[in-house]
């Protein structure tokens, strides 16, 4: 059945729920572009990240030379009701991202580029599934953090005026 015909149902609509955040990412690097990407979990983990049991703190992507993608560094809680099938677990495994081909080849293509990397910013169920939201981000020098802190400060300050 084609989806040409189809029109949008608002009784459809997709429910996302912010499992977790990689907030020191955003802070630390300039995102340029946003992609999202499904996860290669098994049954415990899934049940361990919709608990809220993840950290994208030190993560990143990387795309290996067989041209499948990578979540290295993440950490997941072991899930502790299922303690027999968890035999041997390690928390900071890489895990396999599902991307499509194109953008696949296109992520690949920028990290090489001097600068850029693929970082996750966050984790969200979105209709049962686990999806995670990468982007593609350049580096901040130490001034250009400074100066993000500086300007988030003016428009605090200015938000605090209005206000009154």
Same mark, same amino acid.
């Given at each position: 059945?084609?989806?040409?015909?189809? !029109?949008?149902? &608002?009784?459809?609509?997709?429910? #996302?729920? %912010?499992?977790?955040?990689?907030?020191?990412?955003?802070?630390?690097?300039?995102?340029?572009?946003?992609?999202?990407? @499904? /996860?290669?979990?098994? =049954? &415990?983990? /899934?049940?361990?990240? #919709? *608990? =809220?049991?993840?950290?994208?703190?030190?993560?990143? /992507?990387?795309? @290996? *030379?067989?041209?499948?993608?990578?979540?290295?560094?993440?950490?997941?809680?072991?899930?502790?009701?299922?303690?027999?099938?968890?035999?041997?677990? +390690?928390?900071?495994?890489? !895990?396999?991202?599902?991307?499509?081909?194109?953008?696949?080849?296109?992520? !690949?293509?920028?990290?090489?580029?001097? =600068?850029?990397? %693929?970082? &996750?910013?966050?984790?969200?169920?979105?209709?049962?599934? %686990?999806?995670?939201?990468?982007?593609?981000?350049? @580096?901040?020098? +130490?001034?250009?953090?400074?100066?993000? %802190?500086?300007?988030?400060?003016?428009?605090? +300050?200015?938000?605090?005026?209005?206000?009154?």
């Amino acid at each position: 059945m084609s989806n040409a015909g189809r !029109r949008f149902n &608002p009784q459809l609509k997709m429910s #996302k729920k %912010i499992l977790a955040q990689n907030k020191e990412g955003g802070f630390s690097h300039d995102i340029t572009e946003r992609f999202e990407a @499904g /996860v290669v979990l098994s =049954g &415990p983990e /899934v049940k361990s990240v #919709k *608990a =809220g049991q993840i950290s994208l703190k030190g993560s990143y /992507v990387s795309i @290996g *030379a067989n041209n499948r993608a990578y979540l290295v560094n993440a950490y997941i809680a072991p899930y502790k009701p299922a303690k027999g099938a968890q035999v041997g677990y +390690q928390p900071d495994q890489r !895990r396999g991202l599902l991307l499509h081909k194109k953008e696949l080849n296109y992520l !690949r293509g920028k990290s090489k580029e001097k =600068g850029l990397t %693929i970082i &996750p910013t966050s984790v969200y169920n979105m209709n049962g599934l %686990i999806k995670l939201e990468i982007a593609l981000a350049k @580096g901040r020098k +130490q001034a250009d953090k400074r100066e993000a %802190i500086r300007n988030r400060e003016i428009k605090r +300050q200015i938000q605090r005026s209005l206000k009154r």
